[in-house]
């Protein structure tokens, strides 16, 4: 079992940076894949971006390559999404999710734990 608890979101106006943490439960943390989804009112939630257990691979959705950064720090159980240069489309509840295995990171199907979510808002 993974129980992941998210952090960090808030209020930012356009071009500001935020950064989202996700802090994690369980044994199998440091062996899990973890990504990083987002839902904006009204719209499916999507795909941002996902780091493997070994950080040695990371996946970005087109939006926010360039500007987000994904990492973990196993030894802390904790993984971060470094949010810079955002944009009001980046307003969005943020999920945190983890998956065990490889493969099918775009896919928030794949991921079998959740966090609850934290908003973030961004001003125009």
């Known amino acids: 079992q993974v129980q992941l608890v998210e952090s960090g979101g808030g209020l930012v106006q356009a071009g500001g940076s935020l950064r989202l943490s996700c802090a994690a439960s369980?044994?199998?943390?440091?062996?899990?894949?973890m990504g990083w989804f987002r839902q904006a009112p009204g719209k499916e939630r999507e795909f941002v971006a996902a780091i493997n257990w070994s950080s040695k691979s990371t996946y970005y959705a087109d939006s926010v390559k360039g500007r987000f950064i994904i990492y973990r720090d196993n030894a802390a159980n904790t993984v971060y999404l470094q949010m810079n240069s955002l944009k009001f489309e980046d307003t969005a509840v943020y999920y945190c999710a983890a998956r065990l295995g490889s493969g099918g990171y775009y896919n928030r199907h794949e991921y079998r734990y959740w966090g609850q979510g934290t908003q973030v808002t961004v001003s125009s």
């Open positions: 369980g044994r199998t943390f440091s062996s899990a894949a």
